[in-house]
């Protein structure tokens, strides 16, 4: 493959895969068994768990109706670019991001008293201030400090960058956001106290350290999917109970891979598009930061926790779709996860926006504005040079010497 290409994947559609008698269960639709499990589901959650907490009444009404909407999803939304471990379990994550899109949606409409109080009907502890923590206090570069700056956020940046690895499937684009990522908390740390890092934090705990780690080890299962066998057999063609068992497992692999080649130097396309992923990952890393300041969130919050699994979910059949739209030519269309995962993080861009007044006071100091704006002079004319003057540049010199 010349340098610079890119792979088109082959046109998106679920996996096809053999039929095995053995799961042949979990192969049929089952629409009418699904509709009565859902229906004695709602039978006993209306008739046996009223109670005089109006809150309580209000969550399992909540969590019911969530619940019932998500079947419905599993029904009748198409089914997505996978089938491991079910192509059922991806339509339940589209209908559960169609509820998160649905819940943003809602706090958007109602104003930063009343969004914070929306907080408290998930837990009566939220809907208080919560205390600024900055780390950047003591910077001196000693074992003490750095042993110090090491705490559970700490795994949680390598198991972060894990899940991206799996998602994006090439080292470089990881990087570059993890980069792109630090250099934003500079820029921001005026406005955010916990973004106020020290040198060697930035540096050396998140980027050479945890995300290193996370990377790395996301790409070494990036390339053992790419290299394996891929060869399905029924559960009863295994004779022994011990391969039975791995079958079982496996079924919750994928059932084939597909490595992302991204190339942004080989058209314009293909730049853009490049570079709107960068700023999507971006956006979605910094969005929940900026939620939880906003809405009394702490970061340790199941909530939090709850976002950052559901993106994660999100992500790995949007960015399946959005590469499929990136290289292959024929697909004129995106694909509905990565439509809908476009509109999440844009919803919570607005509600960031708009609770966002009265709150950050210092405005962008200079350097900042200057640095950016090089950045983006540098991003806007890079793709002139590459794709309009440097073809016709070489194109020219070519025709002299011919």
């Not at 598009?273 to 970061?299: D, Q, R, S």
């Not at 024929?330 to 609770?355: Q, R, S, V, Y």
């Not at 090089?374 to 806007?380: D, G, K, M, P, R």
């Not at 440097?390 to 020219?396: G, I, L, N, V």
Request: aromatic share 18%; charged share 15%.
């Amino acid at each position: 493959m010349a340098k610079g290409s890119i792979k088109a994947s082959p046109r998106i559609s679920p996996d096809s895969d053999s039929p095995d008698p053995t799961l042949s269960f979990f192969n049929k639709p089952h629409t009418i068994t699904l509709l009565v499990s859902t229906f004695l589901f709602l039978l006993y959650v209306a008739f046996y768990t009223n109670d005089t907490d109006e809150n309580i009444n209000n969550k399992w009404g909540l969590g019911a109706g969530s619940m019932v909407f998500i079947i419905i999803g599993i029904v009748l939304f198409r089914d997505g670019p996978f089938i491991r471990p079910h192509p059922a379990m991806w339509r339940a994550v589209l209908a559960m991001n169609v509820l998160y899109e649905m819940g943003l949606i809602y706090i958007l409409f109602q104003n930063k008293a009343s969004a914070r109080g929306t907080m408290k009907f998930f837990d009566s502890k939220l809907g208080i201030p919560l205390p600024e923590k900055s780390y950047a206090e003591n910077c001196e570069f000693t074992p003490a400090n750095v042993w110090d700056g090491i705490d559970i956020f700490v795994l949680a940046h390598s198991l972060g960058w894990f899940g991206k690895a799996l998602i994006l499937r090439d080292n470089l684009i990881c990087w570059i956001i993890s980069i792109f990522f630090e250099l934003c908390e500079y820029s921001l740390e005026h406005q955010l106290a916990n973004f106020a890092e020290c040198w060697w934090d930035h540096w050396l705990l998140d980027v050479l350290i945890c995300n290193w780690l996370g990377i790395y080890v996301g790409n070494r299962w990036c390339e053992y999917f790419e290299v394996k066998t891929y060869q399905w057999n029924g559960i009863r063609q295994i004779p022994t109970i011990k391969g039975k068992i791995k079958r079982a497992g496996a079924q919750f692999t994928p059932h084939s891979w597909t490595s992302y080649e991204w190339a942004p130097t080989r058209r314009l396309f293909n730049y853009f598009g490049f570079v709107i992923l960068i700023l999507a990952f971006t956006l979605a890393e910094l969005n929940v930061f900026y939620l939880k300041y906003l809405l009394w969130v702490p970061p340790e919050h199941y909530l939090v926790i709850a976002r950052l699994s559901l993106i994660f979910l999100f992500g790995i059949p949007c960015v399946r779709e959005y590469y499929e739209f990136y290289s292959n030519p024929n697909c004129k269309k995106i694909g509905i996860h990565a439509w809908l995962m476009g509109a999440t993080i844009l919803t919570e861009l607005l509600i960031i926006f708009k609770f966002s007044s009265g709150e950050f006071t210092n405005p962008f100091p200079k350097h900042v504005v200057y640095g950016w704006s090089i950045a983006f002079s540098l991003v806007t004319l890079y793709p002139v040079w590459q794709f309009f003057i440097k073809p016709r540049f070489f194109s020219t010199k070519k025709q002299k010497q011919n």
